[in-house]
C-alpha cells in the first residue's frame, strides 16, 4: 500500500517554456503533498507543501511564481516549472502524507537546455 | 526548528561487516525521525521511523535504529553489510506527524567493499 506515482521520470526542455510535473497518489488520499529539490551529490530541500483545495504553502526563498503548484483532488498534485532556465535543471521529488508515513514518488529528472 | 547532522559524507565498509551511520538531531520538542534509502536516479525508499514509540526501532533489509534522547541521536546499524546496501542514506526530521515537510540530513553514501 502507499504508493506515489510521479511523471514523467525525466524530461529534456528549451529554455523558456514550462514542464508540468505530476504526482499522484495511487491507492490512498493525500491531503498533503510534498515537492522537493535534489541538486547533484546533495539533500533534498522541501520547496513547498501542497494541500488539496488550497494555495501550496512555499519555503522561504522558493519563487512561487516559477514553481506552480496546483493539488485539486486528493489524488493528484502538479508541479509546473514556468519559464525554465538552466538553473532550474534538477532533481525533483514528491512526497505525500499517509498512515505509513511519507511516500516518495520516484523522482523527476529535468535538464533545461 | 529542527535540523538534522549526519557525521561522515562517505562510509566504506567490508562486506559482511557492521554498518553504523551516524545522525543527530536537532529539536525544540520530540520529533519523528526516518531513515531513507536512495539508489540512483530513484527516489526514497523508507528504512525505519521513530514515532515515539519504542526507542529501538526495527526496518527493513535488517536494519535498525536507536532513538537515544540524551544524545539526540539516532543512528543506524545493520549487523552484516551486503553489497546490494550500497546507496545513499538519508536521515530525516518532522515535527508535524504527517502535516508539515521533512527537514533531511546531507546524506551519507554507503560504500561497499568485497
Known amino acids: 500500500g502507499a504508493v506515489v506515482s510521479q511523471h514523467p521520470s525525466w524530461v529534456i526542455c528549451k529554455s523558456g517554456t514550462s514542464v508540468k510535473i505530476e504526482c499522484r497518489s495511487l491507492?490512498?488520499?493525500?491531503?498533503?503533498m510534498f515537492w522537493y529539490r535534489q541538486f547533484p551529490k546533495q539533500s533534498l530541500m522541501l520547496m513547498a507543501t501542497s494541500n488539496e483545495g488550497s494555495k501550496a504553502t512555499y519555503e522561504q526563498g522558493v519563487e512561487k511564481d516559477k514553481f506552480l503548484i496546483n493539488h485539486a483532488s486528493l489524488t493528484l498534485s502538479t508541479l509546473t516549472v514556468t519559464s525554465a532556465h538552466p538553473e532550474d535543471s534538477s532533481f525533483y521529488i514528491c512526497s505525500a502524507s499517509s498512515g505509513l508515513g511519507y511516500t516518495f514518488g520516484s523522482g523527476t529528472r529535468l535538464t533545461v537546455v | 526548528a529542527q535540523s538534522v547532522t549526519q557525521l561522515g559524507s562517505h562510509v566504506s565498509v567490508s562486506e559482511g561487516a557492521l554498518v553504523l551511520l551516524r545522525c543527530n538531531y536537532s529539536?525544540?520538542?520530540?520529533?519523528?525521525l526516518f531513515w531513507y534509502v536512495q539508489y540512483p536516479n530513484q527516489g526514497l525508499q523508507l528504512l525505519l521511523k521513530?514515532?515515539?514509540?519504542?526507542?529501538l526501532v526495527k526496518g527493513i533489509n535488517g536494519f535498525e535504529a536507536e532513538f537515544k534522547k540524551s544524545e539526540t541521536s539516532f543512528h543506524l546499524t545493520k549487523p552484516s553489510a551486503h553489497m546490494s546496501d550500497a546507496a545513499e542514506y538519508f536521515c530525516?526530521?518532522?515535527?508535524?506527524?504527517?502535516?508539515?515537510?521533512?527537514?533531511f540530513g546531507k546524506g551519507t553514501h554507503l560504500i561497499i567493499q568485497p
Open positions: 491507492d490512498f488520499q493525500a491531503t498533503t
Open positions: 529539536s525544540s520538542v520530540p520529533p519523528y
Open positions: 521513530y514515532t515515539s514509540a519504542a526507542t
Open positions: 530525516a526530521v518532522t515535527l508535524g506527524g504527517g502535516a508539515d515537510g521533512l527537514t
